[in-house]
């Protein structure tokens, strides 16, 4: 109202779309002193504090029933003839508008397609977009500095070939290939087997590593220093074998054992669960805790969490996806009913486990759910994408925040596709106090959330 004409892509327009995407209830009602003020200040002719135009200000009905699809230029520039006030004399005390929501050129395309998403490390974050490029956010403050550090894999992972990524607390990346262990980023072989390997897992440096053959009567283990041990196993075991972290799971004779193998020699069976089987491998692992989700009857599943060098089972509940920071393990879940988003999560130390559950009944579009450290973080996709962050049992009545929009002001002037609409599904990972979104659509894109604001990430390749 009293600065220098606006673009359509100007910091004015971009406060103004900030404004509307949150939704501030007092606005534009609480600018009315301020813009009274203005056109007392212009003087124009016939004009007056209290004529129609006015009298809607204050009530903050003005701009009712208008939408962005208005010119913002012709909105918020000044007329030919009106004289422009300096700033100071009617801006004093005007309230700080809300922090500006992410658009379409703030968020940057780190990926080309969209992609499954991997996540390593456990208080430094990596993550593997697909077959194409890994990028690691460092731990800072409690949770993630917004700068990601990407890479793409070596050229020997660029032709067809069958690989995955070896199972870490850090964030350096290492890959399971055919021939064994290999550096992801330049491909140098770390440990050479001789039978193909159907995971690794890398604690503290020694990697431990699982045959995929039709033998798997023993583990590999290569220490930091380099020297390699065969751990010979009690017996061959069948596929349902996994390693998590150091120690060797498998199902037998209608339970769960497994053995230890960070000693010198493999240690005896122990029991993890009875009347239990493993399922697809659900696991995670920081250098404190462990967890493995195990199956329990039918359709219901239990969490064995490794604490203090003891195993123990939480109660039964639904298939979570696990989470490991530091001492604790989360499981998450969630499932769109025609009642709403019914999530179930599961929190776990060394001291036991406690369940939670809430219902959010405003959630459409594809959507992803993530812990941030005691909080839970729900991301959504409708007209934009949305977010919600908190404490669990308060999810249903917390207010949304924006994510991302991608319209600009000329595309929906002219009806233009809004780039919001090619956002075709969204994954979230948490660490701390931080989440980092992933926009899958044209192109995978990274946004940091922190205290349910979104910020820009920073890409840089390596």
């Not at 006030?85 to 700080?96: G, K």
């Not at 995978?444 to 922190?450: A, D, F, G, N, Q």
């Amino acid at each position: 109202m009293t600065g220098e004409s606006v673009t359509h892509n100007g910091p004015d327009a971009t406060r103004l779309r900030a404004i509307q995407l949150a939704g501030a209830a007092d606005w534009p009602k609480r600018c009315a002193p301020y813009a009274a003020a203005v056109e007392g200040a212009l003087r124009h002719e016939g004009g007056s504090r209290h004529d129609e135009g006015s009298r809607q200000l204050a009530d903050g009905k003005l701009f009712e029933h208008l939408s962005i699809d208005s010119d913002v230029e012709a909105l918020l520039t000044p007329a030919a003839d009106e004289r422009i006030v300096a700033l100071a004399d009617v801006a004093r005390d005007v309230p700080a508008p809300p922090a500006p929501t992410l658009l379409a050129h703030d968020v940057v395309t780190v990926a080309s397609r969209a992609s499954q998403l991997t996540e390593l490390g456990d208080h430094d974050l990596a993550l593997v977009l697909s077959e194409q490029v890994a990028c690691r956010f460092a731990a800072r403050d409690g949770g993630l500095d917004p700068v990601a550090h990407c890479s793409y894999p070596a050229d020997a992972f660029a032709q067809p070939r069958r690989w995955s990524l070896v199972r870490t607390t850090t964030a350096e990346l290492q890959v399971v290939a055919d021939d064994g262990i290999r550096a992801f980023a330049t491909g140098e072989l770390v440990l050479a087997t001789t039978t193909p390997t159907a995971q690794a897992s890398d604690v503290a440096g020694s990697l431990f590593v699982w045959p995929r053959d039709a033998t798997r009567t023993s583990v590999l283990r290569r220490a930091p220093t380099g020297a390699t041990t065969i751990l010979p196993l009690p017996h061959k075991l069948d596929g349902s074998a996994t390693v998590v972290r150091d120690q060797l799971l498998w199902t037998e004779h209608g339970r769960v054992v497994g053995v230890d193998l960070s000693g010198p020699k493999v240690g005896p069976i122990y029991v993890v669960a009875k009347a239990a089987h493993l399922p697809e491998p659900v696991t995670c692992a920081t250098t404190e805790i462990a967890a493995a989700l195990v199956v329990s009857g039918d359709d219901t599943y239990r969490v064995a969490v490794l604490a203090n060098g003891a195993w123990q089972l939480s109660a039964t509940g639904p298939r979570y996806d696990l989470h490991c920071s530091g001492a604790t393990v989360t499981g998450l879940t969630a499932e769109a009913r025609s009642s709403g988003l019914e999530i179930a999560r599961l929190d776990c130390t060394a001291a036991g486990c406690t369940p939670s559950t809430a219902r959010i009944g405003h959630i459409a579009g594809p959507f992803a759910v993530a812990p941030i450290g005691s909080a839970t973080i729900v991301v959504w996709v409708d007209d934009l994408v949305r977010g919600i962050s908190g404490p669990l049992s308060g999810l249903a009545t917390a207010k949304p925040f924006a994510i991302y929009d991608g319209s600009r002001f000329e595309q929906l002037s002219r009806r233009q596709t809004s780039a919001t609409e090619l956002i075709q599904g969204v994954d979230v990972v948490g660490r701390g106090a931080s989440a980092i979104v992933v926009l899958h659509g044209d192109g995978v894109r990274l946004v940091h959330v922190r205290d349910g604001k979104p910020e820009r990430v920073d890409v840089v390749f390596d």
